[in-house]
T-cell receptor, first 114, second 118 residues
Framework: NAGVTQTPKFRILKIGQSMTLQCAQD?????MYWYRQDPGMGLKLIYY???????DKGEVPNGYNVSRSTTEDFPLRLELAAPSQTSVYFC?????????????FGPGTRLLVL | QQQVKQSPQSLIVQKGGISIINCAYE??????FPWYQQFPGKGPALLIA?????SEKKEGRFTISFNKSAKQFSLHIMDSQPGDSATYFC?????????????????FGQGTILTVHP
């Protein structure tokens, strides 16, 4: 099992450009999440999905979009990149969303918007 | 609004010493408290977790102490080693019957960068 994989590892964007951060998991998990991590701020939930075709907003969704066409993939789309979106992005998955359910994280994508 | 407050922001400990990281929460609907460990360049990984019906949980050198009345919990790392150097996040899960939009969502603390010197 590869677990949760993310691509790319690092990307530099110019202001106004768009890109898609890829996330895939091979654990047959129903639930997937996107977080951003900023220094001293912990991890903030951007979007999450409870299954293919079902997504919902997290704490900081503005400027992002997601889709979930398959159980395995959960891409995060950035439209019109802004410097405030400079961050490290983590994708995670879990079998369910119940209490005590472990979330498994990918290695992250570091994004720099200039 | 920071529902889980973590301190200190950074911590330096000598090898063999005890590392202590503290967290406090506000939402009484939280009822599961995991700690995640993150090494540089990696994603967070579950380290240890506790439910509020116990006051302490120990796994090897890692211990969580929980004070439900004070709404505080802490991670103790005994005999700290240079390999423990990482960022540690406390987190909280709401109750299964909490309902609303918070169900199933982890709330993270701000993180503590631990450095253990040889």
């Amino acid at each position: 099992n590869a677990g949760v994989t993310q691509t790319p590892k690092f990307r530099i964007l110019k202001i106004g450009q768009s890109m898609t951060l890829q996330c895939a998991q091979d654990m047959n998990h129903n639930y997937m999440y996107w977080y951003r991590q900023d220094p001293g701020m912990g991890l903030k939930l951007i979007y999450y999905s409870v299954g293919a075709g079902i997504t919902d907003k997290g704490e900081v969704p503005n400027g992002y979009n997601v889709s979930r066409s398959t159980t395995e993939d959960f891409p995060l789309r950035l439209e019109l990149a802004a410097p405030s979106q400079t961050s490290v992005y983590f994708c995670a998955s879990s079998y369910s969303r119940g209490t005590q359910e472990t979330q498994y994280f990918g290695p992250g994508t570091r994004l720099l918007v200039l | 609004q920071q529902q889980v407050k973590q301190s200190p922001q950074s911590l330096i400990v000598q090898k063999g010493g005890i590392s202590i990281i503290n967290c406090a929460y506000e939402n009484t609907a939280f009822d599961y408290f995991p700690w995640y460990q993150q090494f540089p360049g990696k994603g967070p990984a579950l380290l240890i977790a506790i439910r509020p019906d116990v006051s302490e949980k120990k796994e090897g050198r890692f211990t969580i102490s929980f004070n439900k009345s004070a709404k505080q919990f802490s991670l103790h790392i005994m005999d700290s080693q240079p390999g423990d150097s990482a960022t540690y996040f406390c987190a909280a899960y709401p109750q299964a019957n909490a309902g609303g939009t918070s169900y199933g969502k982890l709330t993270f603390g701000q993180g503590t960068i631990l450095t253990v010197h040889p």
